[in-house]
């Protein structure tokens, strides 16, 4: 199979936003889509595999923000490239807080999702939610075809740059 034939399905970019026990956590997805509009209801796809799944699990709630085309590539990377098993990663960027969910402050929108059903597919869970609240932003919604094409090397130099100014500080 050729990976690059499923990198043109078109898709956005985002981070989801969870409350688990005291502790806040997240990550980067891109596969989160309507699934209808009366009653509104989405799909999120999620790794099996990270705390962010593990939090959706257990609480059945969960934010989305959309990320915009003008989204500092370190916010991708905070997201999507550290666990929130070892990261507090909602510290490190500006957000708010909608019914103990986290939203990004910049976002092109913002929805607050239940949990209305479960499937267990290979490495991902599907999930088939309500939308129990759904806000527009501003800006443009950032595709995973722009951040592949566009903003990948940003995001990986702006977490290596990250690292360095944390050990620096660290080392004080």
């Given at each position: 199979?050729?990976?690059?034939?499923?990198?043109?399905?078109?898709?956005?970019?985002?981070?989801?936003?969870?409350?688990?026990?005291?502790?806040?956590?997240?990550?980067?997805?891109?596969?989160?889509?309507?699934?209808?509009?009366?009653?509104?209801t989405?799909?999120l796809?999620?790794?099996?595999?990270?705390?962010?799944?593990?939090?959706?699990?257990?609480?059945?709630?969960?934010s989305v923000?959309?990320?915009?085309?003008d989204?500092?590539?370190?916010?991708?990377?905070?997201?999507?490239?550290?666990?929130?098993?070892?990261?507090?990663?909602?510290s490190?960027?500006?957000?708010?807080?909608?019914?103990?969910?986290?939203?990004?402050?910049?976002?092109?929108?913002?929805?607050?999702?239940?949990?209305?059903?479960?499937?267990?597919?290979?490495t991902?869970?599907?999930?088939?939610?309500?939308?129990?609240?759904a806000?527009?932003g501003?800006?443009?919604?950032?595709t995973?075809g722009?951040?592949?094409?566009?903003?990948?090397?940003?995001?990986?130099?702006?977490?290596?740059?990250?690292?360095?100014?944390?050990a620096?500080?660290?080392?004080?």
């Amino acid at each position: 199979m050729n990976d690059k034939a499923l990198f043109s399905i078109s898709c956005g970019l985002y981070v989801v936003g969870v409350e688990c026990g005291t502790a806040l956590g997240g990550c980067v997805v891109d596969a989160f889509i309507q699934a209808t509009a009366y009653p509104a209801t989405v799909i999120l796809c999620s790794q099996k595999h990270t705390r962010t799944n593990e939090c959706i699990h257990e609480t059945g709630r969960f934010s989305v923000s959309v990320l915009r085309d003008d989204v500092d590539p370190l916010t991708i990377a905070i997201f999507g490239f550290q666990s929130s098993r070892q990261v507090d990663k909602w510290s490190q960027v500006s957000h708010d807080l909608h019914e103990g969910l986290p939203v990004l402050r910049e976002h092109a929108a913002w929805y607050l999702c239940r949990v209305v059903h479960t499937y267990e597919m290979g490495t991902h869970t599907l999930f088939h939610c309500a939308v129990e609240e759904a806000e527009a932003g501003e800006g443009t919604p950032l595709t995973y075809g722009v951040y592949r094409a566009q903003m990948r090397h940003a995001t990986a130099a702006a977490f290596q740059e990250h690292k360095k100014r944390l050990a620096a500080a660290a080392q004080g």
